[in-house]
Nanobody
Framework: QVQLVESGGGLVQAGGSLRLSCAAS????????VGWFRQAPGKEREFVAA????????YYADSVKGRFTISRDNAKNTVYLQMNSLKPEDTAVYYC????????????????????WGQGTQVTVSS
């Protein structure tokens, strides 16, 4: 069982940066692959980025590639999402999700593959 808590959201101007954190409980978090998703009002939940258990494999949605970076610190049970060059269309509630996996490849973009979810953190980018 893993509990996830996101933090780091807020209001930022277009072109600015934010770093989201996903803190996990449990001693075996290093056995979990993690993904970041986002959901804007009236839209479906959208995949953003994923990372495998070791941090050696990452995967990004085309819409954020080159601007966002996912990373993890297993000693701190935390996964990060560094978001640079933010755009108004990045405005959404951002969620982290986890699934138990020791694959060398980052988990995919299907939210149904993930077993645990955080409560979300709001990111608002003003133009």
């Amino acid at each position: 069982q893993v509990q996830l808590v996101e933090s780091g959201g807020g209001l930022v101007q277009a072109g600015g940066s934010l770093r989201l954190s996903c803190a996990a409980s449990g001693r075996t978090f290093s056995s979990y692959a993690v993904g970041w998703f986002r959901q804007a009002p009236g839209k479906e939940r959208e995949f953003v980025a994923a990372i495998n258990w070791s941090g050696g494999s990452t995967y990004y949605a085309d819409s954020v590639k080159g601007r966002f970076t996912i990373s993890r610190d297993n000693a701190k049970n935390t996964v990060y999402l560094q978001m640079n060059s933010l755009k108004p269309e990045d405005t959404a509630v951002y969620y982290c999700a986890a699934k138990r996996s020791l694959s060398t490849v980052a988990a995919g973009p299907d939210p149904r593959d993930y077993d645990y979810w955080g409560q979300g953190t709001q990111v608002t980018v003003s133009s």
